[in-house]
Every structure is written in C-alpha cells, then in structure tokens.
C-alpha cells in the first residue's frame, strides 16, 4: 500500500517522498515494537525493511501485521553499509532515514526531524535515549577525535537536556538518522567494505570533507535498546569493530604521523585490553589486524579541514567510559 506523500518544510515547497530503511536480522519482537511506532507518526513516510537473510519470523510477520511496508529480501547477510546500498539503489527519494531495529520513535519522530532539513543542511541527528532510562542519552550522533579517530556517540550519559542548545555532532548515528540524498550519493554511499560498525563514522567524514553540515534534532527522540542485536561486549561485535577500527585508521593515514601513532598506539592498548581483561576475549585485537590489512594499498581518504575534537587524555577517558557503561563522570 502506498503511503501519501509528505511536505518536507525544509527543502523545497513541493512535495517530497521520504523514505525510511530499517535493516534487520532475525529481530522480529523489536521490529514489530518499530513499526508500530511508525504507523503512529504525525507524518506519513514509506517503510522499507532491509532484511539480511533471517531466519527468523521477520519477514512472515511484516508482512502479516504491516501490509503497507515494503520489505526488500536480500536473501543473505550483507552487513550494514552494502545492504543500505542496494535498497537505496531502488528510488530516487531526496530524503531517507536510517532506523535500527531496536528503536521506538516518538509519534513526532519524523515531522521533526524532517523540520531540521533546511537549506544548507545535508543531515540531522536524532536523540536516541536509553529504552531503560528515557530521560538519559544513549546517543546524539557521531563524534570523533582528530588526533587518533576514535569515535564516541556524542553525549552518551548525559540528561536528555543537555541536548538543548547544544552544538551540532559531526554526523547522526546510522540508528536515527535522516540524510539528503543527494549528499549521500556524492560522498560515494556506504564503503561496502566495512561489515558494520564504523560506516557511519567513515561516512561522516566524507560528507563533511564535501561541505556538508549535520544539526542536531533534540525533539525528535527514539528509545534504544542498545547493541541488541550483538550484545554490547559479546565478541562477534569486538571483532567487527575492531575490524573498522582498523581499516578507518589505515585509510585515513592516522598513524602516519609519529604523535599521533603513538597516543593511537596508547589508545589502542587501553580499549584492547580492557576487552582482554573484562570480556576475556582477543577478538578485538585479530579485528583491528585483520582491519588493517584489508586497507592496504586502496587510496588514502582525506579528513576534513573541520568538524572534529582534539580531545585531551582526560576527555577522551570519560568518552570511553561513557562508551562503555552509558554514564558520564562528574
């Protein structure tokens, strides 16, 4: 069933489809919980799930309880970026989000968000908050250090107030996301490379080395349960970013500059061995190798002149363990 049109105030006066993607795997409960939430937005948009090769009942039950979604069957896991891709190929919409499918949007979700996407703006950010503790951030987007690359979800801990007035992040997090589509596709889409993990990072710093601007949605909010698919310390998901860790540092030259390889190298042993310690698994470790040669010899990427910290020793260890245990420190 075809969803009416919506006005997207910020582009242009006419009408604009926007689409929504949601990739899943074998997360029947949780997208079932998304997709009622969708169909309670303020704003229509049409829905697409992405189904990576489930065997579960994700696919019998959308189709059973959500006739009007799409859902595109790509018969395998392709991962994150590659399966984005290949859906996005099929329309020509000038605006898409991106939603995991271990959100719940507010009702005004999507008329916000599609607020924020005025002139000038290529991408807007929205609030993901814990499922447990709605009135704590569990992300507002994408942010990262210059020095060393490491990427933090930007005001992770903090009280969803702190989100007012607060400044943009580099780009959203793939997991409420809303991207004009036409600075997705010059920025060259997902690196189909990376399995997942790390392409909203390394898509951020394309779009932004383009010129692109991300804002911040502070209304729009979603609640998130967070990592459920792979668990938040389980090794398959170590291992995954490791293997974009490593990749990002490697093609972005980050380690070419001796300073900088060494507060990486510092880095590096700090979150490796933690993983060693707490989660007792290397996973992490073989990733970021395994990572690293995968970039070797594909051409340098470029960061961009702006739009990234310089984090001190101090910040960057209340980031991490944000990161790890989703509070801040005083």
């Known amino acids: ?101 271990d959100v719940v949007c507010s009702p005004d979700f999507f008329e916000l968000m599609l607020a924020r996407l005025v002139p000038g703006v290529d991408a807007v950010a929205g609030l993901m908050t814990r499922a447990d503790d709605p009135g704590t951030i569990d992300s507002a987007g994408v942010v990262a250090d210059r020095r060393t690359l490491m990427a933090f979800d930007y005001l992770r801990g903090y009280p969803v107030a702190a989100a007012d007035g607060a400044p943009p992040p580099l780009a959203p997090s793939g997991g409420a996301a809303l991207f004009r589509r036409e600075a997705f596709d ?26 692109s601007r991300c804002v911040l949605a502070p209304d729009a909010r979603v609640k998130h349960l967070h990592s459920a698919t792979l668990g938040n310390a389980s090794s398959r998901k170590y291992a995954l970013t490791g293997w974009g860790r490593g990749y990002l540092l490697r093609r972005y030259g980050v380690m070419t500059k001796p300073a900088d390889a060494l507060r990486t190298i510092f880095w590096e042993t700090i979150v490796c061995g933690g993983q060693l310690l707490l989660d007792h698994t290397a996973e992490g470790i073989r990733g970021r190798v395994n990572g690293w040669r995968s970039a070797r010899g594909l051409p340098r990427r470029t960061l961009p002149p702006d739009g990234l910290l310089q984090l001190s020793t101090r910040r960057a260890i209340r980031n991490r363990i944000r990161e790890r245990w989703g509070r801040s420190l005083p």
């Open 186 to 211: 010059r920025a060259g889409r997902f690196d189909e490379r990376i399995f997942a993990y790390y392409e909203d990072l390394d898509l951020a710093l394309r779009l932004r080395r383009n010129g």
């Open 1 to 101: 069933m075809a969803q009416p049109r919506v006005r997207c105030p910020g582009i242009s006066s006419r009408r604009l489809e926007a689409v929504a993607y949601i990739p899943n795997l074998n997360g029947s409960a949780r997208l079932a919980a998304l997709l009622e939430s969708l169909a309670e937005q303020t704003v229509a948009c049409r829905t697409v799930v992405v189904d990576n090769g489930s065997t579960d009942d994700s696919v019998a039950m959308v189709r059973e309880r959500f006739p009007e979604v799409d859902v595109l069957e790509i018969g395998e896991n392709l991962g994150f970026g590659r399966a984005l891709n290949r859906a996005l190929a099929r329309d020509e919409s000038e605006a898409f989000f991106l939603l995991n499918n």
